[in-house]
């Protein structure tokens, strides 16, 4: 299956299917400004794997992105969601934490899957990105916590 042909029942079903990380171990490591940690995500109907990537400006902490991809069988990725800071202006959302998701439209379009993004005040750290994607997108075998609510 080649991206251009994902329709929005694929896209669901990716997000439902229950997955779990096969390497929680996964250590931390620096690239130029930037945290970086990968976790391999495989589904428990084979052959589908994922990745999980956490990547987080050293300066600038809320300058983030945590997202997912689907490593497809032909050796393309699809990002299928990204869990983004709010260190920058996407359209209409200003400097507020925002998600990422790919849609059928957008890859009919031929522009990024991932472009449509929603303005969400479910998290407001990295990890608590990472704990919203594992839920959103049934994903175990990692420990995470949701974000205390912001009370100002």
């Known amino acids: 299956m080649a991206i251009e ?3 929005s029942g694929k896209l669901d079903e ?10 929680p171990q996964a250590r931390e490591r620096l690239e ?4 970086r940690i990968d976790y391999e995500v495989i589904a428990k109907q084979e052959p589908y ?3 999980i990537y956490l990547r987080q400006n050293i300066l ?20 299928l969601a990204r869990y983004n ?36 005040n479910q998290y407001h750290t990295i990890k608590g990105a ?9 994903i175990t075998g990692l420990e995470s916590k949701p974000d205390h609510p912001e009370l100002f």
């Open 5 to 7: 042909e994902i329709t």
């Open 14 to 23: 990716l997000k439902q299917m229950p997955k779990r990380v096969t390497n």
């Open 32 to 35: 130029e400004k930037h945290k």
């Open 49 to 51: 794997k994922f990745r």
């Open 60 to 79: 600038y902490p809320d300058d983030f992105s945590c997202g997912i991809r689907w490593m497809m069988p032909s050796g393309e990725t699809l990002t």
């Open 85 to 120: 800071g709010c260190s920058h202006i996407h359209d209409d959302i200003e400097y507020k934490y925002h998600i990422h998701c790919a849609t059928e439209v957008a890859i009919q379009q031929g522009r990024k899957p991932e472009s449509h993004a929603d303005h969400t």
């Open 130 to 138: 990472l704990h919203c994607l594992l839920t959103d997108f049934n």
